[in-house]
C-alpha cells in the first residue's frame, strides 16, 4: 500500500458500491479492523496493520480540518467527496481509547433526492404527510434512534414543499447532509459561535416559509421554534426520543408550556427501518437483494400522533395510554399479508417493539 490518498478513496468507492452508510476503524491490541455498516448491520472487512490505520487516520483528518497532532481528545470533521460517483458527504468523528484512536465514518450520498412516496410502502401515511405540508404553520417533529431515516424524512419533506408550494426554506444542519441549491443550508459552527439558536434567531428575519431545525437539543432552541412557529412559519425538526409521548414530555422538560404544544404541534413520529423480507434467500434481505431490485433493503415504519389523537393527548394525563393516528404495528400486519416481511420475524415479534 504506497499511495494512501488513492487508497482512502478506493475505500469511500468500496463503501458506496456495498450501500454502506457508516465505516468505522476499530482498533485492537496487534490490528485495526475496518468495518462497515450496510443496511444496519456490521459487516467486518478486513484489518490492516497499526501503522496503515495511524497513516488513513491522519490523511482522513487532515483533509477534515482536524488537528493530526491531537489524539487525546474527541475531534469531529466533514468534507465533501467529488470524484465519486455519487459525490458523497463525509462525517468523521474521533475518539481516544486506550489501544489507539478509533475513527468512524459517516457516508452521505449527494445525488439522492428523497421524496415522500419513497418513504414507506403504507399509502395511508403517504396521503397524511401530503395533508401536514398543506399547512402554512405549525411544527413537525421527527423523533427514532441514530440511523433511523430521520433526515431522509426532514429532506422528503423540504423536496415535497419546495415542489408543491414552491416554498423558501431555510434550514439549519449540523452539518448539512445533502446539499440542495433549492434551499438555504446553514450549517452550526460552535467555534464560530453559531449554534442552532444563534441560526434560528437569523433566520426568523429572513423571510422563510419553512424552517428546518436538524435537531431541538436544549431548551432555547426549543422556545424559538415555538416562537417561530407561534409568528406563522411551518417548522420541521428532529429530537431524540423513543416515541412520541417521550417527545412530549422532553418539550415540557425543555419549558414549553402544554398550552403552546397544543396551538402548534400538528404531529409528533417515531420512526425505525426493518429487514424487508428476500424471497432469493427465503429470510430477511441481504445486499444481493438491494443490488439486484435497486431499491432498499429496508422500510420506515412509523408510529403517527396527530390531530384529534394529539390534542387528545395533550389535554390528558401523560401517563395513561395513547391512541396513535397511525402505529407501526399496523403497518408490519399489512407488510406482512404483502409478502414485505418474514413469516419468522412476524412471529417472532421483531418488528412490533411497542404495544
Known amino acids: 500500500m504506497k499511495n494512501i490518498e488513492s487508497e482512502s478513496q478506493q475505500l469511500i468507492e468500496k463503501a458506496l458500491a456495498l450501500h454502506a452508510t457508516d465505516i468505522h476503524l476499530h482498533p485492537r491490541e496487534k490490528h485495526t479492523e475496518l468495518v462497515f455498516r450496510i443496511h444496519g448491520t456490521l459487516q467486518q472487512m478486513f484489518t490492516v496493520n497499526k501503522q496503515y490505520s495511524e497513516r488513513l487516520i491522519a490523511h ?8 493530526i497532532g491531537e489524539q487525546r481528545r474527541p475531534q469531529d470533521g466533514s468534507f465533501l467527496l467529488k470524484n465519486t460517483s455519487p459525490p458523497v458527504s463525509l462525517r ?19 445525488n439522492y433526492s428523497y421524496m415522500l412516496p419513497g418513504l414507506t ?29 430521520k433526515t431522509t424524512s426532514l429532506y422528503a419533506f423540504m423536496n415535497e414543499l419546495k415542489k408543491l408550494y414552491d416554498s423558501r426554506i431555510v434550514s439549519m444542519e449540523d452539518p448539512v447532509e445533502v446539499r440542495n441549491d433549492a434551499f438555504i443550508q446553514t450549517e452550526v459552527n460552535e467555534k464560530a459561535g453559531l449554534s442552532y439558536m444563534q441560526l434560528l434567531k437569523s433566520s426568523l428575519r429572513h423571510d422563510p416559509d419553512v424552517l428546518m431545525i436538524g435537531e431541538i437539543r436544549d431548551q432555547e432552541t426549543a422556545k424559538l421554534a415555538i416562537r417561530a412557529t407561534l409568528s406563522g412559519h411551518l417548522v420541521l425538526t428532529t429530537m431524540h426520543a423513543g416515541s412520541p409521548r417521550g417527545a412530549i414530555n422532553r418539550m415540557l422538560d425543555f419549558g414549553c408550556s402544554k398550552t403552546d404544544l397544543e396551538e402548534t404541534l400538528l404531529c409528533l413520529t417515531s420512526q425505525e427501518l426493518s429487514p424487508r423480507y428476500c424471497p432469493f434467500c427465503q429470510t430477511d434481505s441481504c445486499s444481493l437483494y438491494c443490488n439486484r431490485n435497486k ?45 414485505l416481511f418474514s413469516d419468522a420475524g412476524f412471529k417472532r415479534g421483531r ?5
Not at 411544527?139 to 440511523?147: E, F, R, S
Open 60 to 67: 482522513f483528518k487532515f483533509r477534515a480540518g482536524m488537528d
Open 92 to 110: 468523521f468523528s474521533t475518539l481516544p481509547s486506550y489501544r489507539r484512536e478509533s475513527l468512524s465514518i459517516r457516508l452521505l450520498p449527494q
Open 295 to 339: 431499491h432498499s433493503s429496508r422500510l420506515a415504519l412509523f408510529d403517527i400522533l396527530g390531530g384529534s389523537q394529539l390534542q387528545h393527548t395533550l389535554s390528558s394525563n401523560l401517563t395513561d395510554d395513547i391512541s396513535l393516528t397511525f402505529s407501526k404495528k399496523d403497518q408490519i400486519i399489512k407488510g406482512w399479508a404483502l409478502g
Open 351 to 355: 418488528y412490533i417493539k411497542h404495544e
Open 121 to 149: 410502502f403504507a399509502p395511508n401515511v403517504i396521503s397524511y404527510f401530503y395533508s401536514l405540508i398543506s399547512h402554512t404553520s405549525g411544527m413537525i417533529v421527527l423523533t427514532g434512534p441514530t440511523g433511523s431515516g
